[in-house]
Every structure is written in C-alpha cells, then in structure tokens.
C-alpha cells in the first residue's frame, strides 16, 4: 500500500481466489536467503492459524483450505523458498515451490486490488488508522507491549529504545507512556545492576 512501512507475504489461492496477508515486516531489503527465512515462517503461520474475529468485509473471503502447492514471480526466490522449507523439516510434498503463470500473477494482482480496497473501506467504516485516531490493539511478533493504537499505514510503529519489546505510535506516545513502562518493564534491564 502506497507509503505504508512494512510488507507482508500475500498468499492467493487462484482457483477460489482466497487470499490471506501474513506479517509487517521488512523482506526486500534483505538477502535472498534472508528473505526465505522470514518468509516461510510466515507462510506456515498463515495454514495454523484461524483468522477468527477479522471485520466483516474481510472475512467473507475466509475458506478452509490446505496448500498442496506454492508458487511466486521470481525463480530465485523460488529455488531458496524451496530450500529453506526443506531445511526447517516442511514435509517434501510442500517442499516445491514452483514460479507462477501469467494467469496466477494477474489473479494475484486482482486479489491485492480487493485487499487493498477492503482494508480502506473496513478502516474508514471504523474512523481509525486512516486519521491516525484509531483504539485497537496492534499484534507484532514477540508478544510485547502496545499502546493500543492502529497505527496509519503511513507510519511505522516506534520500538521502545530502551527494550525493543514495546511499539507505540509515535515518540510523543513513547514519552506518555514511559514512566508506566519502566516500571514494569524488564526487557531492558541489566540484571547485574541492583535497584
């Protein structure tokens, strides 16, 4: 999405155009092999994970499936995909991950066209992120603390520089809420020092 400061691995399932987004992170700036390495995990989460509880315009998209193939647009990425889930044990029928067709990549793209359109319309239903005055809680990897903000799509989340386990919206936020966090933050403590 135009200015948004994450990315995430788009999973389509072209013949019944399901499709799910797994993850904020940053993959093209990295490695070919670093790229396999966020990349399947996320993967994997997105085949156990129930996608319960999502707003009702981007649920009705939501069917029960397994993937009996992968595919994407580059053929490195999908000679190292291919590799890394061999490495970390995914069972072999999985294993191949072949380049998409025309027909996939253009299915793909119409499926982002709807994603897009449906994460915009469900965000101006509930008045947040698009206004950067949204309430719900935002989920990131390491189980730390939020402040309870969705973020914009144009803004990243600001780690907590003391302990990179906390992410707020902004460093005005990080201020507000730093003396609370302190208190109850270990994350960033030197445990040879004593209180």
Known sequence: ????????????????????????????????????????PLLLE?????????????????????????????PLLARVVSARCRTVGIRSELCTVQVSDAQKVQIAGECWNKWENDILHTMSMYD??????????????GGGEYCHFTPSFDRPLFPYTECDVAYYCSKECISLHQIDHNVTCVGGLDE????
């Open 128 to 141: 947040c992120c698009l206004t950067d005055d949204g309430e719900e809680n935002v989920e990131m990897e």
């Open 46 to 74: 997105a085949f156990v994970t129930e996608f319960d509880g999502m707003p009702a315009p981007l649920a009705e998209n939501k069917s029960a499936f397994a993937p009996y193939s992968w595919s994407t647009k580059d």
């Open 192 to 195: 040879s020092v004593s209180p």
């Open 1 to 40: 999405m135009p200015g948004y400061k994450g990315e995430l691995v788009f999973i389509v399932n072209p013949h019944g155009r399901y499709f799910h987004g797994e993850g904020r992170t940053q993959i093209s700036n990295l490695s070919i092999k670093d790229q396999a390495k966020v990349i399947v």
